[in-house]
């Protein structure tokens, strides 16, 4: 029997647990609640907000790029633009046919606004049109609700004022790639209008120009519709970076090399500081921005004077004889008496082979500045013979031939400066006499690139060891001298003065401008060997040849050549001294003559352009009609061209450096006796 006591004890104990529990349940809702309340306030808050309000990001305004006073080489321009995101797209017939009709887009551009969505991935922004008036973006706007998935934006874009001839040197900017995106999930990535750097200085300054993005905020409907603009975080510009370049002097050495496929650099003497870095030809990188079609991607590749290539960093040349200064240089500090005379016959025998001048008949006697005038490689067969190679390569080494550069570009090669020792690593062979002499005269296994050469000119003149920049916050100052007798180089540099101004091979080089003299070298590489049977019959001329099989066309100077202040090369590939006005020596002598008499250098230009053609964008504007009319392009050339590589890493650039390399490798390799590079001579007779 259960006694009243003992129930209500089993009550009350049941009182109590039950009592436990509710509490337990009380103290966990309410520790829930406030978690939610608190901890959890921002995110649900943000959820809440995001019903009612939509953010996107807005894109940095990029920093300029300017020149060295200021003036914009890389800037910015106002940018109405409309875009269309895939993955948001709706009803895609109706919306096309409604931006069609509202945007009055031609049907190419439909055609190629269908080609651009099939192949785009689905978060990647499409471009619909840019550079919209403001009645045709506000209309766009206006019914938005009508267009899901298209996103107009008020922005900025890049702009190139120089446009061509400036491309190699900024690069240029693009949208980013579905695996950029992939790699970092950074929303900022797939934001309508936003570009980041591809190439160039746009790509390795892009921490430097990019900027903060901003934020937009507006007040929507549950079906999407504007109630009210927000407050917005506005966006932090990127910094401007000023380079050294000279954007005047850059524009019109693009220019100058009319229609060559080549390059010219130009270095101030007292700081190494670069104001012209100039690659011709070149694409336009505002159409690379916009994004370019497939068609425009291919004529670019198909080109064979190859316009994605930045000539100056990546080209590699034989110096041919505008080493041959650095060669007396050498010459000297071994010892050699500069009055010292050889005696060119025209031809140096070596073992079974023959070795031959540019002069067929010879020079005669000739000492050292006389040798260097007239270019005559018999005198330096015969001194290099004498001395070795290994007196040389040192000196052409400290000169700039064969250095590496610290220079922000992400795409160089630095050429070849050989010796004995090189040789034997390379090609596990021994050096040979033949391989001197060929290296004498700037051929056999020598080769550099169009910087390394200015900066040789630069150090001559200058008799200082100085160090290119293009970052107008990273000069080089108080260069250390060469560690060369100041009287070596005097005698240099008076034998580059005579090679233009005492009967020399330079001669057309001579400036016109009163008191301002220039000292060059002239240089001519070849890139074929001749026979023995061709040189008895006759050597081919270079204007009768195919173009690659053409001798390329150089020239190193500085001036004023008693006060040396600005030091330049100019390398034309497959030149060969073909039409005067175009050849290396003019050019080098116009380019120049700008830094000293502006109205005198621009007529000179006036007068010559128009027999290439017109200026820059005429003339490209021609070869892109030309080629369409000659390709016939399908319907699917009209798409954009999202998978393309930098220009300076594009499979056509690739291929045309192992093509060369592979080229100069031959030639350099045919070292049999009586096979020889220097055995067909170079071809310095052309200047004169």
């Known amino acids: 029997m259960m006694t009243e006591a003992a129930q209500s004890f089993s009550f009350s104990r049941r009182a109590v647990l039950l009592g436990f529990g509710q509490g337990a349940v009380g103290l966990a809702l309410a520790g829930r609640m406030a978690w939610l309340s608190v901890a959890e306030n921002e995110h649900y808050t943000t959820l809440s907000e995001s019903n009612r309000v939509n953010m996107t990001l807005v894109p940095p305004r990029r920093g300029w790029i300017v020149d060295r006073h200021g003036a914009p080489i890389a800037n910015n321009r106002t940018d109405f633009r409309v875009d269309i995101i895939p993955d948001r797209l709706e009803d895609k017939d109706r919306v096309l046919a ?13 055609e190629r606004l269908n080609a651009d969505l099939a192949h785009a991935a689905g978060f ?13 973006f506000a209309a766009v706007s206006v019914r938005l609700p009508e267009l899901p998935g298209v996103a107009p934006t008020r922005g900025f874009s890049r702009s190139y004022p120089a446009a061509a001839a400036v491309a190699h040197l900024t690069g240029y900017v693009g949208a980013a790639s579905a695996d950029q ?6 929303q900022l990535m797939v934001t309508p209008g936003f570009k980041l750097g591809k190439d160039g200085l746009e790509k390795t300054l892009e921490k430097t120009l990019r900027g903060v993005a901003g934020q937009k905020r507006v007040e929507v409907t549950a079906r999407g519709k504007l109630v009210a603009e927000l407050a917005t975080r506005p966006d932090q510009p990127g910094q401007n970076t000023r380079l050294t370049i000279d954007a005047g002097l850059q524009e019109y050495a693009a220019r100058r090399l009319g229609t060559n496929s ?13 104001l012209a870095m100039v690659s011709m030809p070149a694409y336009d ?19 064979d004077h190859v316009p994605l290539m930045n000539k100056v960093l990546q080209g590699l040349y034989p110096p041919g004889s505008t080493v041959k200064p650095m060669n007396a240089l050498a010459l000297l500090e071994a010892g050699v008496d500069p009055r010292q005379r050889i005696n060119c016959t025209g031809a140096m025998r070596l073992g079974t082979g023959v070795f031959h001048c540019h002069k067929k008949r010879g020079h005669g006697p000739l000492d050292m500045k006389n040798a260097v005038m007239q270019s005559c490689d018999i005198y330096f067969y015969e001194m290099v013979r004498r001395l070795g190679y290994d007196r040389i390569a040192p000196i052409a080494r400290t000169v700039g031939l064969g250095q590496k550069f610290d220079l922000p570009f992400g795409s160089q090669r630095y050429g070849t400066m050989p010796d004995p020792a090189w040789k034997l690593r390379k090609y596990k062979a021994d050096w ?3 391989d001197s002499l060929n290296a004498s005269i700037g051929q056999g296994y020598v080769l550099s690139n169009p910087l390394q050469l200015a900066v040789m000119a630069a150090r001559l003149a200058s008799g200082k060891h100085l160090e290119p920049s293009i970052l107008a916050s990273q000069i080089h100052h108080n260069a250390a001298p060469l560690p060369y007798d100041a009287a070596h180089l005097a005698l240099v540099r008076d034998a580059m003065y005579g090679v233009v101004n005492q009967g020399g091979t330079g001669g057309a080089a001579r400036m016109l401008i009163p008191g301002v003299s220039i000292a060059a070298k002239t240089g001519t590489a070849q890139v074929r060997r001749i026979s023995m ?10 204007a009768s040849l195919p173009f690659k099989l053409r001798d390329h066309a150089l020239f190193v100077c500085f001036a004023p050549a008693d006060n040396p202040r600005y030091a330049a090369s100019v390398v034309l590939e497959h030149g060969g001294h073909t039409v005067r006005n175009l050849d290396s020596p003019l050019i080098g002598r116009d380019i120049m003559t700008w830094l000293f008499d502006r109205d005198r250098a621009i007529a000179s230009l006036a007068e010559a352009e128009p027999t290439w053609g017109g200026d820059i964008r005429t003339r490209m504007a021609a070869e892109s009609a030309a080629y369409r009319a000659a390709n016939a392009p399908k319907p ?17 650039v690739r291929a045309a450096a192992a093509a060369d390399a592979a080229a100069a490798e031959a030639l350099a390799n045919s070292a049999a006796a009586g096979n020889t590079v220097a055995e067909s001579g170079s071809t310095e007779h052309d200047l004169e």
Request: proline share 7%; charged share 25%; aromatic share 4%.
């Open 636 to 652: 699917a050339a009209v798409q954009t061209e999202l998978g393309a590589p930098a220009p300076t890493d594009a499979p056509a």
């Open 533 to 542: 049977a061709e040189r008895g019959s006759g050597v081919l001329k270079n």
């Open 285 to 303: 990188p505002n159409a690379f921005s916009d994004g370019i079609s497939h068609l425009e991607w291919k004529m670019l590749s198909d080109n």
């Open 98 to 110: 409604l931006l069609r009709d509202i945007l009055r887009l031609p049907p190419e551009e439909m």
């Open 432 to 434: 040979t006499v033949a």
């Open 181 to 186: 995106y992939k790699q970092t999930h950074d």
């Open 124 to 136: 990647q922004p499409v471009q619909v049109a840019e550079n919209l008036d403001w009645e045709r």
């Open 262 to 274: 080549g390059s010219v650099v130009v270095i101030d003497c007292l700081t190494g500081e670069m």
